[in-house]
Each structure stands twice: as C-alpha cells, then as structure tokens.
C-alpha cells in the first residue's frame, strides 16, 4: 500500500513536469454564469482569453458558461480559494457571506455609471480591494462594472419620495436598506421572476442590470424607465482568479494577465454603453417613457442612502470604514491623478474639500453625467 502510495505520487510529479514541458500547453478554466456569446461578461471573457494566448503561447484557456462545472454561481468564490477553479466571472457581492466588505461592489449610488467607475482604475481604492482580495484567497484581474437601472410598472421612480409604498425588487440587501429608509417594500426574488411577478401585479418596480431587463423581457411589463446619466445601480463584476494560479504564474505572464485584463476593460466599458442604448431603444419600441435620473434626484438618493446603506456598510468593519472612504477620495483625486499632478501620497488624504456644482449645471445642463469630483455631493465626514 506505502509502495503504491509512492508510485501515485512520483506519477503526479511527472505529470506536472510533462505538462510544463514546451509545446504542452497549461490549461485554465474560466467559469461563468451567463449565456455564452450573448452575455457581455461572456464576450469579455473570451477577449481576455484571446489576448492572454497571444502573448504567453504556452496558457490556453477554455470557458465554461451556464455554470456547466456543476459549481454553483455564489460557490465559485470557495472554488477558486480551495483549487477547484482557475478563474471566474463572479459578481462582488456574491461574496458578502464570506466577506461581508465585498457588498462594496454593489452600493448605491457610487458609483454612479460604468464611465466614472473606470475612474477608479490605478486608485487607492482599487489597491486596498485588490489587498484584501488576495488576503482572501483571489486575484481581481479585471475592471469589469455592470451598468444599471429602475423600471416600474405605473410611474417613473425619480428621487426617493417617489418610492414610498411601493414593492420594489433590488436583489441587495444594501439596496433594499435604501429603499426601505425611503419608505419602499422589498419583495425578494430572482431577477427570472421580475416579468412575471410585474404581470401579476404583486411587484411595482425592480432594479437590475440593463442586460437583465432586456434579456428577462421586463419592458413588456414596466412602461417607465429610468436609465442612464446619473444612476444609483452599478455593480463590480470582475474575472477573478485564484491566488494560488496567480502566484504560480512568473513575473512576464503576470504582467501578460494584467495587459489582457486591460485590454478587455476598454471593451467591457463599450459593452455596457451598448447595453443601455439596446435597453433604451428595446423599452420605447414597447411603449415604455424612459428619461434619466436628474441630478437632484440622485443627489436625494445619496442622502438616503448616507443614512442607510452606507452608514450599515462603513460598520461591517473598520477595513470597511477605510475601504469606503477609500473610494470617496479616489473619486475626488481622479481628475489629478489622470492629469499626473497628483502627489504620491496625496491620495490617502482625508476627505476635506467642499462639495463643486455639478457640471451639468454649471454649464447650463450641457452635459448629462457629472464630472468625477462631482459623484460626491456628500463628504464623508458630514
């Protein structure tokens, strides 16, 4: 039995070292959720992959969609700790049960579209999530944010005041804080059953992602749309990686990763401006009135959401309290950082300056979406 023993593992060893020979190619798996080819997360993934192979000959990838590994969506994150996955595609929040500072990926109101969340590409936040990302167990290679909205059945939901008793579906506990402190009730359900429960009657309105509302059919029931501009739904759902593949690839493929990775965020930014042109264009042909969040109104949300969601998150934990206000000061030293004038540690300062106006005011509505300082109209501090 010892002799045996033995011989299963010199057999394993051999194997590895067979594998890692030129011209036998390391396979990683990348495993996801959603349809294959349709899904903009999908097509992301493939543009990663390809890019990867380009530049290290020696990797190949093969994705698996529609879960067909037999491994859960919310389990994936226990898989790629333990070895059973290389890769997934796994929204943030999923993983709030295992740590409850990744809700972070999903709260409201910040930030406020897919466009300004890139912003937060190279910043101090993105250095503190990535730390304690790898201190759990994974590597976060993309930047990947799901843009978002609300659509109801008989009115537009504007600011809070115009949530106040009604039913509406937010699939976040973080959401439904907010809702609930604006005087809202908050059914829970899949999104596969918002359709269906908006037919029936028992569901007002729902928020989710523009590919959901499309893919899901919900502008054949919901005939108002509030989409685009400013907006209180953008969720963070990157490719992840377990820590263990990472560390085990050299310097020069590491680097490889991360030229991929950065390839297929420019992609997945065009993918959701697609998206919300599809989700607009597919609910006017149904009939459905669609207009954008106003900057007052999302400005109300935020003080909703101060109050609520993000005073429960900033309490999880005192790396959540810094994670947060993390991403405030992000968001205020990007334009400087972009610029390159920005100090090196000048990006971990307190968050002291005054709240500017709005461009879209300042310049006479010109633009729809706020310049990056502006999706903080509440310092942290207050």
Do not use: C
């Not at 310049?371 to 109209?377: G, K, R, S, V």
Request: a negative charge.
């Amino acid at each position: 039995m010892l002799r045996s023993g033995r011989f299963f593992v010199g057999f394993l060893l051999l194997g590895a070292v067979w594998l890692t020979e030129p011209g036998h190619a390391r396979e990683l798996r990348i495993s996801h959720q959603w349809a294959p080819e349709i899904d903009a997360r999908d097509r992301a993934a493939r543009v990663f992959a390809k890019e990867v192979e380009k530049r290290v000959p020696g990797i190949k990838f093969t994705i698996h969609p529609k879960s067909e590994l037999g491994i859960k969506p919310a389990e994936q994150f226990d898989a790629l700790v333990d070895g059973r996955l290389d890769l997934a595609i796994y929204p943030l929040f999923y993983g709030t049960k295992k740590v409850p500072e990744f809700s972070i990926g999903l709260l409201p109101g910040v930030p406020a579209n897919t466009e300004l969340a890139g912003l937060l590409k190279g910043s101090e936040f993105e250095e503190k999530l990535q730390a304690l990302a790898m201190e759990k167990g994974v590597r976060i290679l993309t930047w990947w944010w799901l843009g978002g909205g609300i659509a109801s059945r008989s009115q537009f939901i504007g600011g809070p005041e115009t949530a106040k008793g009604l039913p509406i579906r937010t699939g976040d506990k973080a959401f439904d804080l907010m809702i609930q402190a604006a005087g809202g009730h908050t059914p829970s359900m899949p999104s596969t059953e918002i359709a269906s429960r908006m037919a029936s009657g028992e569901l007002e309105a729902a928020l989710t992602s523009y590919e959901s509302f499309v893919s899901f059919r919900i502008y054949e029931h919901a005939k108002y749309a509030t989409f685009g501009g400013y907006g209180i739904w953008t969720s963070f759902q990157p490719l992840l990686m377990s820590r263990a593949v990472w560390e085990s690839l050299t310097p020069e493929e590491q680097q490889a990763f991360e030229e991929a990775a950065a390839i297929s965020d420019a992609y997945f930014v065009e993918t959701q401006l697609d998206a919300l042109k599809t989700a607009v264009d597919t609910f006017r042909k149904a009939g459905a009135q669609v207009r954008e969040l106003t900057y007052d109104e999302y400005e109300n949300w935020l003080r909703v959401a101060k109050e609520s969601s993000w005073e429960e998150y900033q309490k999880i934990s005192p790396v959540a309290e810094e994670l947060f206000a993390s991403m405030l000061r992000s968001f205020i030293a990007s334009d400087r950082r972009e610029a390159g004038t920005l100090d090196s540690d000048e990006d971990s300062q307190p968050v002291n300056a005054p709240r500017p106006q709005p461009a879209s005011k300042a310049a006479g509505q010109a633009r729809s979406v706020a310049q990056p300082q502006t999706i903080l109209p509440l310092k942290p501090s207050e």
